[in-house]
């Protein structure tokens, strides 16, 4: 358990702290790990981005937050409460106040829009079933799709298949967001709608957003934070948006402007080409 | 497919499922002839109860009157001791006998009671004293061939006796 | 020493294989008192597994009843024992042909729709945002098709029978001649319904958990890419049916020996 003195500062100053990953090592076979002794802190009530190339770890950070799997050194704190995952009834409780939208959304496809928002309410409630009616059709207006209610998953398109999931991912009215790749695959137009949803529903509900994506533009337009990660599961820069724009390290600055070649270089380790191709020597 | 539509159409299945079963159970099977009905028991020592077997008919007349309980070994007598469940509403005199047959030329063997002519009947538990064994065939065959043997042996002694032989 | 190494890599990996799916039946047994709560879930999977399996066990029973009643007439009336033609065919549809080629069809017709919906859904991340949403897949999900496969089966089963006896009196009486009194007389008194239909009930009943259990399985260990559940849904129907074909021996020899 690392001490109060080799704490050092990684997340927002002056914000409260509802996640906290602390020192965290983890890889799905032994031997190989995803991430490497990283610590974040996310700041209560705060849209936090966590941008990284492919590989980097963000979406197995997400799966550790929503306890799926058990990290292998370190912990994971929300509420400064660590999280077991063989508690079961621990997960349970950290699951009911948690909200996660999947990269392609993992809509239930055997039922209708309607369906879908009101599963974890019929799941989790007792509520009649005019309550239920009442507070999908809010939710669902909430992203846009109240009139799309009765139609099946496979009528509706990507983009708003992401919204319905939303809709599904706050019907309970979560404290804690989890957005996996949300931007992946829209247009301008569903992006700046889902930019939009996600900045508006975090202050309407109070709640705290976890954004992992690799759409700079879009994450710093909406976010208060933001982590910069690379392969092997480690944070190579933090800070405000305004803060990462102006920094000078190479690493950064080749992921901002999405520059081709850079500390990440464009050419996958290859023997020089004139040996390749069977010239000099 | 609405909620209330599926579980009338499940309703249904499962009803088709009881129509089969007690299909299969009354016109495809002996449930009817044998049910449910108060039995007693008589007990019956054969010698040989040959192929009869647990939940063989027992027949009086051709009738099916009742089951075949148990078959057990009398280890005193070394005779094969059978316990018959007899429907209640049929009684049989005290002298009545029982016997091994087998229904058809190849088929399973049964029990068939004979009614005597005592005034008393069997009372439940009592043991059939009068049994006649089942037929086995090997026994059937040495008989023959013992008969024909003596057939055989008799004939040859008659020409001895040479001139007036002929027939005797 | 090469092959040595290679069986016992075999046996020890089939051990493991064996003990995965011990510990799966176990954890699948302990979310039955849950989802039995909502029994609504598992009617609806009573309908998607027997009713939508209605057609192709019926017009199955029927045609199997129709040839066999064919070939047992044949057999028999050799023998001048044609009248025991509704005799042979029933007991052969009770004690075997029903429970066993109905589990195989149901293993081909509802194992690997069950085995393809399960995969998919877990490719499709709903398994796993389900698990985030604190909702217990294998007992919202898993369970039900479970316990609809058990409950569908016996009766297919004996669907099967019924139609194929019927079948068989098409054939026979209707269309060969035999004597239509005969023919259910000779039935009735030859079949026992404790020994032949009862241990019919028990092997469709042994059957359905084992076609269940394999195709559930299946689907939820399946790689997530459609290879994956490709793969998945035969081995659904191969381990199912060589399953039910090695039960039914030891079930019939248990059953049906002499005593």
Known sequence: ?281 | ?168 | MNWLAAIGRFALGSLRALGHHAFFFWELMRTLPTSLRRPYFAVAQVHALGNLSLLVILSSGLAVGFVLALQTYYALATYGAADSVGLVVNLSLVRELGPVVTALLFAGRAGTSLTAEIGLMKAGEQLAAMELMAVDPKSRVLAPRFLGGIVAMPILALLFSAIGILGAYVVGVLMIGLDAGNFWSIMENGVDVRRDLGNGIIKSIVFGVICSFVAVYQGYEAKATPEGVARATTRTVVISSLTVLMVDFVLTALMFSTR
């Not at chain 2, 027992?58 to 005193?76: N, Y």
């Open chain 2, 1 to 168: 497919m609405s909620r209330k539509g599926i579980e009338t159409l499940v309703g249904g299945f499962v009803l088709l499922g009881i129509v089969a079963l007690v299909f299969l159970a009354l016109k495809a099977a002996n449930l009817s002839s044998f049910s449910g009905d108060e039995t007693y028991t008589l007990l019956a020592k054969f010698d040989n109860i040959g192929g009869l077997k647990v939940r063989s008919p027992v027949r009086s007349a051709g009738v099916t009157v009742g089951r075949v309980e148990s078959i057990a070994l009398d280890p005193k007598t070394y005779q094969g001791v059978v316990r018959l469940d007899v429907k209640k509403s049929v009684q049989f005199p005290a002298d009545s006998s029982a016997r091994i047959l087998t229904s058809g030329l190849l088929g399973d063997q049964y029990v068939g009671l004979e009614a005597g002519a005592d005034e008393k009947n069997f009372a439940p538990g009592d043991t059939i004293k009068q049994t006649q064994s089942a037929v086995v065939l090997e026994s059937l065959i040495s008989q023959f061939l013992f008969n024909k043997a003596a057939d055989a042996g008799s004939t040859p002694a008659a020409p001895a006796p040479a001139t007036n032989g002929g027939k005797k």
């Open chain 1, 1 to 281: 358990m690392p001490s109060e003195s080799t704490r050092t500062n990684h997340g927002p100053v002056g914000a409260d702290t509802l996640i906290e990953i602390d020192h965290v090592s983890f890889g799905y076979e032994p031997g190989r790990n995803v991430l490497n002794d990283i610590s974040m802190r996310f700041g209560r009530g705060q849209v936090t981005a966590i941008l990284g190339g492919s590989g980097c770890g963000k979406t197995t950070l997400l799966r550790l937050i929503g306890g799926v799997h058990r990290v292998d050194q370190g912990s994971v704190r929300v509420d400064a409460e660590a999280i077991d995952t063989r508690n079961a009834e621990q997960l349970f409780r950290l699951r009911r106040r948690l909200g996660m939208l999947f990269q392609f959304g993992a809509l239930f496809t055997d039922l209708s829009v309607f369906e879908n928002v009101a599963f974890p309410l019929r799941e989790h409630t007792d509520l009649d079933d005019a309550m239920i009616r009442d507070i999908v059709l809010m939710k669902l207006n909430a992203v846009g799709l109240r009139g799309a209610a009765m139609l099946r998953i496979a009528e509706i398109s990507g983009g708003m298949g992401r919204r319905v999931a939303l809709a599904r991912a706050i019907a309970l009215d979560p404290e804690l967001l989890l957005y996996d790749e949300p931007f992946t695959g829209l247009d301008p137009i569903a992006m700046g709608v889902t930019a939009n949803l996600i900045r508006k529903l975090n202050d309407a509900l109070g709640a705290t957003s976890l954004i992992v994506s690799h759409d700079v533009q879009e994450c710093f337009e909406i976010c208060d934070y933001a982590y910069i990660m690379a392969a092997p599961g480690v944070v190579i820069a933090h800070g405000r948006p305004d803060e990462l724009n102006a920094s000078a390290d190479p690493q950064v600055r080749q992921f901002i402007r999405g520059e081709p070649d850079g500390p990440v270089p464009f050419h996958y380790p290859a023997p020089p080409l004139a040996q390749d191709l069977g010239l000099g020597a």
